[in-house]
């Protein structure tokens, strides 16, 4: 029996078609047709005006931090509970993460102690350079409740939705709720590119200074010339091509994402210690991975030990993010609260929910869960 993966990449069947076209033109160089071609039709599906085709993820929230002014020395405002590059890419500028607590309710970016936080560096007069939010596992922060106050401080807001791409809030597509967007096209995202991302919004200046900093910020000469620090972030043209047939079939990837989760919903109902991650009421979630919370006084059974007891059955699971604030590479920085995302951490765990993953997988991989109930007591006990 072949291992289970967590989100594992998802062919359509048209990518071939879409690499061979760039193939036979010859753009196969970080430019061409298709990347032209990408951007137009992911800024159509997101909402907004233009979009840049980058390396990945991290690349985009790098510029748009950049974009955002943000420098050494700089503290840059993040939730605690994201993956590491959202805090990584304000270190790359020389800025200083200040980790949030997340709402209970959401688990995104907690619009009060997000609030009280700008509050407070307004007061001490060193305040916040950037918020970024993110839109976790699928999930949008609370952008009505998180954008007045930055607003109000004159604070930039950046959109981490690497993770979300299908999702909504409040009508508005993810990556459309913050003047500019981040998405990822990792090989375990909704869609693929196997290494890229996109930085999205309705400044075309802002986008376009974006893809010159991305090509090394070359200056309009006959020679090279540089005025300023550039990066090598752009997308190539044959990743472009994939990801065009990708996103042309994104409404039926978020619809077996919602489908997974509803089987899962259902295969656990009425289990004493096991809840899902709350769809908030504000939005519609891609569900880019199920997430669940493993109550262990009242399922008999830690989150890890049915993480163990997956693996040995080769099905690949894993906690939820690390709280940014625990992990040793950010020792020593500022954070507000902080238990909440523990708590979710340690009781958190992430199931397998590839689009291509079958019923019959999800109904076994929900058997191993179910049938650790009751199994690890006296360890937990001890």
């Not at 939010?133 to 959109?159: F, S």
């Not at 590479?329 to 902080?338: E, H, N, S, T």
Request: contains cysteine; charged residues 20%; negative net charge.
């Amino acid at each position: 029996m072949s291992r289970i993966y967590l989100s594992p990449p998802h062919l359509t069947g048209e990518e071939l078609a879409f690499v061979t076209d760039a193939l036979a033109s010859n753009w196969v160089a970080p430019m061409g047709p298709h990347v032209d071609a990408f951007e137009r039709e992911l800024a159509a599906v997101v909402g907004v005006g233009h979009a840049a085709a980058l390396s990945s993820g991290t690349a985009a929230l790098h510029l748009a931090l950049r974009l955002a002014g943000v420098g050494p020395g700089d503290l840059v405002i993040c939730p605690t509970l994201t993956f590491v590059a959202t805090a990584n890419a304000a270190v790359y500028l020389g800025a200083r993460p200040l980790f949030v607590d997340v709402d209970p309710a959401t688990w995104t970016l907690d619009p009060a102690l997000l609030e009280a936080e700008l509050a407070a560096r307004a007061r001490t007069g060193e305040q916040a350079k950037a918020v970024v939010t993110v839109d976790l596992y699928g999930q949008c922060a609370d952008y009505d409740r998180i954008a007045p106050p930055c607003a109000r401080y004159g604070v930039p807001l950046i959109e981490d939705a690497a993770e979300a791409l299908g999702a909504t809030y409040r009508g508005r597509a993810a990556g459309a709720c913050a003047p500019l967007g981040v998405f990822s096209f990792n090989g375990n995202k909704i869609i693929t590119t196997s290494g890229g991302g996109m930085l999205v919004g309705d400044d075309g200046e802002a986008i376009a200074e974006a893809r010159r900093l991305a090509a090394q910020a070359r200056e309009p000469a006959a020679h090279y010339e540089h005025a300023t620090l550039g990066y090598n972030y752009r997308l190539s043209n044959l990743l472009a091509a994939v990801g065009r047939a990708q996103l042309a079939a994104l409404p039926q990837r978020v619809a077996r994402k919602w489908a997974i989760g509803e089987r899962y919903r259902a295969c656990f109902a009425g289990t004493p210690g096991v809840s899902f991650m709350a769809e908030a009421p504000y939005g519609t979630s891609s569900r880019w991975l199920t997430c669940v919370l493993i109550d262990p006084a009242a399922f008999g059974a830690t989150a890890e030990a049915v993480w163990q007891a997956l693996e040995r059955q080769d099905v690949e699971a894993r906690p939820l993010w690390k709280p940014l604030h625990l992990q040793p590479v950010f020792a020593g920085c500022a954070r507000r609260g902080g238990a909440v995302a523990e708590a979710l951490f340690e009781r958190g765990l992430c199931l397998p929910s590839g689009t291509a993953l079958s019923d019959g997988e999800i109904d076994r991989i929900a058997g191993i869960v179910l049938a650790q109930r009751g199994s690890r007591v006296a360890a937990i006990e001890a």
